[in-house]
């Protein structure tokens, strides 16, 4: 291994909520390594049992104490975006990048988040204006709603809606005698309290000046930014060609590390053991 190769340390994020069974709105995410992009991009990737696996991994420290799978399964969706905004900053860099298209003149927009200030912000956003009076008790949809949503097989012609009223089921109680406006009202407060739980970003043309909303789906941004078995394939093959590491070496190297030196590699850099 390369002497004093860590790493690094977990990058520290702050959570909304955090769990109900015990203090914890701290936790540390750690940066993916070449060894976990190879397993996380072979298990999958995406839906919501891939962000736990993905969570699992990289979720070194919850509330003081490395995390159970149903603690990280128990956390909001909006935290479980945190975690994983989080890790896509410190693997693959903070900046993330649209091209979009107008829809009311076609015009194309290019548009830009950073993902360290979109965390800031979120968590120092106020909690939104008071729910109205006479709301049934409710919870926030957590990641084990989610994982239980995916497993259903849709039988009502409008899945979208059988998916709502599931999630609204299993988050309020006394479901049956609430009308449909009041669910409304419980689903707006659910995601005023939970701001990260469905990120949407709203731009505005430069050609004509409309709206145009952009969403941000922090799993499709990892899932989309994992290096592929091949191309690691080739880091690993030009990793060992240019300092002699092995396999195992060249994947325990956090991703970005890896980035650094094919970089110096490319650039001619490398020892090449003679001189
Ligand atoms: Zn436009």
Redesign the pocket.
Known sequence: MIPGLDIGPARPVRLRHGLATRPATTAAVRVLTGADEAALGGNGPGGEHWVTLVLATVVAELGGSRPEPDELRALSIGDRNALLLALVASTYGSLVEWVLD??????R?DAAVDLVELLGDATHAPSGPRPPEGLPAFRLPTGADLEALAELAPTAPDPAEQARRLLLDRCVTAWHTVDEATLAAVETTMAAADPLADIELLLS??????P?PAVLDPAAELAARLTPHRRLMTDVHALALAYGWTEPEVLALPAPRRAGYLTLVADGEAWDGDR
Request: proline letters at 7%; aromatic letters at 0%.
């Open positions: 107008c829809p009311s003149c076609g015009e927009l043309c430069a050609a004509c000046a409309a145009v």
